[in-house]
């Protein structure tokens, strides 16, 4: 079966495409994480890690022996239809950054969009998006789903400030 048939076909077929990808992972001796099932494992007896990250057709292989790494992304490659699109700067619309002791992950461009869609652009960062003394009320009518996509969407704005860039250093 055609990968972008069963990715963008049949309702089912999204679900028969992640049982072949776990099926074959588990074949390269990946194990899934508990808490994530994109995120697969694979400890060499040396005890050398590699990590896959998958979300639908996107995958990021990583660790620290860059021969082990280039060696199970490679078994992918020959038995996927799909390419190495070299060292990544982007996975998921975040921004990756690296230097000889840190990656550098960030949000900025994809938050900036949230912000221009509530024309926020121009907002002030403040410690808590609530007034003092704000005491909620009980909402006893039905839901709005139409308000509850803009609160869900917009809430990330509070964190604004957290959410531009996470570092990890050696």
């Not at 694979?42 to 620290?64: C, E, M, R, S, T």
């Not at 790494?69 to 982007?90: F, I, N, Q, R």
């Not at 996509?149 to 570092?167: A, D, E, H």
Request: aromatic residues 10%; contains cysteine.
């Amino acid at each position: 079966m055609c990968l972008l048939h069963v990715l963008y076909g049949l309702k089912q077929a999204v679900l028969q495409w992640w049982r072949e990808l776990e099926a074959f992972m588990k074949t390269m001796g990946f194990h899934q994480a508990s808490s994530n099932t994109g995120v697969f494992i694979y400890k060499h007896p040396d005890g050398q890690l590699v990590i896959a990250l998958v979300y639908i057709n996107n995958g990021l292989f990583l660790g620290a022996d860059k021969a082990l790494v280039d060696s199970k992304k490679h078994a992918c490659l020959e038995h996927w239809e799909c390419h190495d699109t070299g060292d990544v700067t982007d996975f998921l619309g975040m921004k990756v950054n690296k230097t000889a002791l840190c990656i550098m992950i960030d949000q900025k461009a994809y938050l900036k969009m949230v912000l221009e869609r509530f024309n926020m652009h121009n907002a002030k960062i403040v410690p808590t998006p609530i007034p003092s003394g704000y005491v909620p009320q009980e909402n006893k009518g039905a839901v709005d789903p139409v308000q509850r996509q803009k609160f869900q969407s917009v809430i990330m704005l509070w964190l604004l400030p957290y959410n531009l860039k996470m570092s990890i250093c050696i």
